[in-house]
């Protein structure tokens, strides 16, 4: 059987004669989000290896666009480069405002991936428009303390302007709070339109040492 899930592209107004403010927000349950609901980074896409799924993408804003899986074994018609992703004659259209498209997927492997606008990129990036997708081992249950922390910038309007760096949707995150003698997992992303990211993991001033497992797909921090 194949799972469906519907994805909205959602755009809410800017204060003060700014940006709008852009976004992926996920359907959970029957009733659609609010037209200007907007989530920061976007909804997380939990998705299972080998198991068929269906993504209508929906375009609620004003600007066409639209939606690369970014690490993701794909088909190259869904792979989401407008005009360009596709073979012969049938090529990845863009998403009009008010249109959809329905990307097929099967995830072959287990990992941490993302996904992300494909269009007019710089202020659709920096607007918002990107999220985690994380495929998991079917019955694999979730790790408790597992952390997903996606790096990004705020609003920009070029490449050469300074930006403050986001942390999961924010320039002041919250701590995340890691056990003595525990083993964390840590999932991360980087999607910064205008700058490059740096992590390290500090004790003082001392660099700690990060041991990978699974390959690409999580890190194991000993604290």
Do not use: C
Request: no cysteine; proline share 6%.
């Amino acid at each position: 059987p194949q799972r469906h899930l519907r994805l909205f592209v959602t755009e809410r107004a800017a204060q003060g004669g700014g940006r709008p403010s852009l976004g992926y927000v996920l359907q959970r349950g029957s009733q659609e989000p609010a037209r200007d609901s907007i989530e920061l980074p976007g909804s997380t896409l939990e998705l299972v290896r080998n198991e068929p799924t269906a993504i209508t993408v929906v375009n609620r804003s004003r600007q066409a666009t639209a939606v690369h899986w970014h690490g993701m074994e794909i088909e190259s018609y869904f792979d989401g480069v407008a005009g360009w992703s596709g073979t012969g004659m049938r090529a990845a259209p863009i998403i009009a405002p008010g249109d959809s498209f329905v990307v097929h997927m099967t995830p072959p492997r287990a990992g941490t991936f993302m996904y992300h606008t494909h269009a007019s990129e710089l202020a659709q990036l920096t607007g918002g428009l990107y999220g985690a997708m994380i495929v998991r081992p079917r019955n694999r249950r979730v790790d408790a303390n597992e952390r997903l922390i996606v790096l990004a910038d705020s609003s920009a309007d070029s490449l050469r302007a300074p930006t403050a760096s986001m942390i999961n949707g924010r320039r002041i995150p919250e701590p995340i709070e890691l056990v003595v003698g525990t083993t964390h997992r840590l999932r991360f992303i980087s999607i910064g339109a205008v700058t490059l990211k740096r992590v390290q993991l500090l004790e003082g001033d001392t660099i700690l040492r990060w041991t990978p497992v699974e390959g690409a797909d999580v890190y194991e921090v000993w604290t």
